[in-house]
């Protein structure tokens, strides 16, 4: 990423860049070897499952999140207008805060259900990640009507929920978003999903195992929604940053 002149921004912006910055190494970190070794179990217990079973679950997710983030009986928020930077932000930081606590009752509820209701807790929760991506993308000043920011969203949402080594190569097109786009895929259908949803699936495994629980799960769940809402948020906001400095401040 470029660096910046300091002269050019304003106090909000030079610690918002600063931010980044250090935000960027740790995604650029290789993976350590615990990393390493959770990826091979979990590769391990994948090769295990028939592939037909994984079609299953890949068509399956493929669906919901197309119906979510493609899907027209959504209503998407407008782009906001005529904002500083810094009134941007204050504005993603409490669509955060409201989807965080939206999605920790959602937790809460579908947890205190044990596996049956934990079953439920998947498209639900889905739902509220991607509506709150809509809305931080609008408070950028982005028009999620378009095809190629639905799909930024969708790139948004991999580099939250996979691996170090899967994080570290869907970095490297955020960062060049603006030559990447020119060679998106142009339907949804050209979208690797097989890999999304393995990704996706090993990442939430680990993450929501214990929601399935009775008795502990209400508490988990309100927990662990709460912790992975705040997670995309967060990644979602520097995501919109790399952008901001790269399209609107002169190197």
Request: charged letters at 25%.
């Amino acid at each position: 990423m470029t660096r910046l002149r300091p002269i050019e921004q304003d106090l909000y912006e030079q610690i918002a860049y600063a931010e980044l910055s250090g935000w960027l190494v740790k995604i650029k970190k290789k993976p350590s070897l615990l990393n390493k070794l959770t990826k091979s179990t979990q590769r391990g217990i994948n090769n295990l499952i028939p592939e037909k079973v994984h079609k299953a679950i890949t068509y399956a997710i493929e669906k919901m999140v197309k119906g979510v983030l493609f899907g027209t009986k959504y209503i998407t928020p407008q782009p906001l207008q005529a904002k500083r930077f810094e009134e941007r932000e204050y504005k993603v930081k409490k669509i955060i805060k409201f989807y965080q606590n939206t999605a920790s009752a959602e937790g809460a509820i579908t947890g205190a259900g044990g596996i049956l209701m934990g079953m439920v807790d998947f498209p639900a929760f889905l739902t509220i990640k991607m509506k709150m991506l809509f809305e931080i993308a609008a408070a950028y000043g982005y028009d999620v009507k378009k095809f190629e920011e639905r799909l930024f969203l969708l790139y948004i949402f991999k580099l939250t929920f996979s691996s170090q080594s899967t994080r570290q190569s869907t970095i490297g097109i955020i960062e060049n978003w603006g030559e990447f786009v020119s060679s998106i895929p142009k339907a949804a259908e050209e979208f690797d999903w097989r890999d999304f949803q393995l990704e996706y699936r090993d990442y939430m495994d680990l993450a929501k195992l214990a929601q399935l629980i009775p008795i502990i799960g209400a508490g988990v769940g309100a927990i662990a929604n709460y912790q992975l809402a705040n997670k995309l948020g967060e990644t979602a906001i520097f995501c919109f940053r790399i952008r901001y400095f790269g399209e609107n401040i002169s190197y």
